[in-house]
Nanobody
Framework: QVQLVESGGGLVQAGSSLRLSCAAS????????MAWFRQTAGKEREFVAS????????YYSDSVKDRFTISRDKAQNTVYLRMSDLKPEDTAVYYC????????????WGQGTQVTVSS
């Protein structure tokens, strides 16, 4: 069983910064990529950022590009999302996801962490 556990969410004011963490535990698995998604009530889950676990390429949605940074610590089996200049529209539940080798989708998901940005 693979578990992804997010942390670091909270209530902040617009313009603030937060760093989300996603720690993987349980059964070891080879992953191709890790990603962050977010979802607000009544809307579909949307892609935020992703990166190849081996390092290198990172990808961002247009709405967060230049404000958010995805990174990972392989030794800690953890992926991060550094969020800067937060806006009220960034308010959402943020989910971490992992794509296993051989899969075309994200196989594993965390339970989510709430980020609320007040104006």
């Amino acid at each position: 069983q693979v578990q992804l556990v997010e942390s670091g969410g909270g209530l902040v004011q617009a313009g603030s910064s937060l760093r989300l963490s996603c720690a993987a535990s349980g059964r070891a698995f080879h992953r191709v990529a890790m990603a962050w998604f977010r979802q607000t009530a009544g809307k579909e889950r949307e892609f935020v950022a992703s990166m190849r676990w081996s390092g290198g390429n990172t990808y961002y949605s247009d709405s967060v590009k230049d404000r958010f940074t995805i990174s990972r610590d392989k030794a800690q089996n953890t992926v991060y999302l550094r969020m800067s200049d937060l806006k009220p529209e960034d308010t959402a539940v943020y989910y971490c996801a992992a794509q296993a080798v051989g899969s075309s989708n994200y196989n594993y998901w965390g339970q989510g962490t709430q980020v609320t940005v007040s104006s």
